[in-house]
Nanobody, 115 residues
Framework: QVYLVESGGGLVQPGGSLRLSCRTS????????MNWYRQAPGKQRDLVAS???????DYAASVKGRFTVSRDNARATVFLQMNSLTPEDTAVYYC?????????WGRGTQVTVSS
C-alpha cells in the first residue's frame, strides 16, 4: 500500500514562510516523480510544483521564485518551502505521485495566510 502523509501547514501572516513535508511509503521513492497540488475553497485542484527523480523541478507561474520543492531520498520525503506567502496561497496542499499506473494522494495539509 502507498501512503503519502503531509505535514507542516498552519496559519501564517502575509509575507511569512512555511515548510511542508510529505513522507512516503510503499513506493521506490528514489525513482518517483513527486508533485505538490493545492485546492482553495470552491476552486479546482492545481499543480504547484514538481520534482523528478533526477532533481529537476518545475513550478506554476504563480509561485515561481517564492516556492522551492526538494526531496530527501534517504528519508523518502519531499518538501515544499513557501516564502513571501500571500492570502492567495491559502489552500489545502496535497502531495501526489503516480505509481504503478495510478495517482496516489495524501490527505492534505491546510495553509492559511491571513493577518
Amino acid at each position: 500500500q502507498v501512503y503519502l502523509v503531509e505535514s507542516g501547514g498552519g496559519l501564517v501572516q502575509p509575507g511569512g514562510s512555511l515548510r511542508l513535508s510529505c513522507r512516503t511509503s510503499g513506493i521506490n521513492f528514489k525513482i518517483a516523480a513527486m508533485n505538490w497540488y493545492r485546492q482553495a475553497p470552491g476552486k479546482q485542484r492545481d499543480l504547484v510544483a514538481s520534482i523528478n527523480d533526477d532533481g529537476s523541478t518545475d513550478y506554476a507561474a504563480s509561485v515561481k521564485g517564492r516556492f522551492t520543492v526538494s526531496r530527501d531520498n534517504a528519508r523518502a520525503t519531499v518538501f515544499l518551502q513557501m516564502n513571501s506567502l500571500t492570502p492567495e496561497d491559502t489552500a489545502v496542499y496535497y502531495c501526489n505521485t503516480r505509481w504503478r499506473g495510478r495517482d496516489w494522494w495524501g490527505r492534505g495539509t491546510q495553509v492559511t495566510v491571513s493577518s
